[in-house]
C-alpha cells in the first residue's frame, strides 16, 4: 500500500473495518484490496480475531480525547509492529515505503499500516481529525461510527449525510418546541 504523506487510506481503512467489521478473513482481504493494499498475506490460525483485536486497540486511540493519551496509545502501537521503512516495489504499485517487515500475516501488516498510517494523518492534518460521529453525542442516539476528518477545513462532525440531517431535525425541533 502506498501510504500517501497524509495516511488517509490507512485510516479509512481502520474506519470501514471497525465501522462495518466483515465477518471472515476473504472479507477482510476484500477491505484491504478495496482500500489500496494490493499483498497477498501469509494465512494463519486466528487471523480474523486478530484483526478484531488491532481494531479495538485502535478504537481505544479515536475514543482518546486528549491528544497526548492519543498519542502514547499509538506510539505504543507502531513501537509494537511497525519497523524502520523500507523500499519496496510489488504487484505492479511501483517503490513505495513499506513501515513493516517482509511476510507478515494478515494482523501483524494491518497493525503497521494501520497505526503509522494514523500517526501520519493525525500529525500532518491535526491531532483532533479523528472521532465518532457526533449524531451519537445525544442521549439515545446508536450511531457510533468513526470518523476520518480528511476534509480541507476540518469540520466533519458526522459520519454520513442521514446522521447530520438526523442531528439538524433535532436541533430544529430543539428550537422551536419552546
Ligand atoms: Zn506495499
Ligand atoms: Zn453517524
Known amino acids: 500500500m502506498h501510504l500517501n504523506p497524509y495516511g488517509e487510506y490507512a485510516v479509512l481503512l481502520a474506519a470501514s473495518l471497525a465501522n462495518d467489521f466483515p465477518s471472515d478473513r476473504p472479507g477482510i482481504i476484500a477491505r484491504a484490496r478495496e ?3 494490493t499483498m497477498d498475506f501469509t494465512p494463519a490460525d486466528g487471523d480474523h480475531a486478530g484483526v478484531r483485536q488491532i481494531v479495538d486497540d485502535w478504537l481505544a486511540v479515536v475514543d482518546a480525547k486528549d491528544p497526548l493519551e492519543r498519542a502514547t496509545l499509538l506510539n505504543a502501537q507502531m513501537a509494537a509492529e511497525a519497523a524502520y521503512p523500507r523500499m519496496v516495489d510489488h504487484d505492479g504499485e511501483g517503490w513505495h515505503l513499506h513501515y513493516r517487515d517482509d511476510n507478515q500475516t494478515l494482523p501483524h ?3 503497521a499500516v494501520i497505526s503509522v498510517g494514523t500517526a501520519l494523518h493525525l500529525t500532518t492534518r491535526g ?3 479523528l472521532g465518532r460521529c457526533a449524531a451519537g453525542d445525544t442521549p439515545g442516539d446508536p450511531c457510533a461510527a468513526v470518523v476520518v476528518d480528511v476534509t480541507r477545513n476540518g469540520r466533519q462532525e458526522y459520519c454520513s449525510v442521514r446522521c447530520a440531517n438526523r442531528a439538524a431535525v433535532r436541533r430544529h425541533r430543539a428550537r422551536y418546541s419552546g
Do not use: H, Y
Open 109 to 111: 501488516a494491518l497493525r
Open 127 to 129: 491531532m483532533g481529525r
Open 35 to 37: 482500500l489500496g493494499m
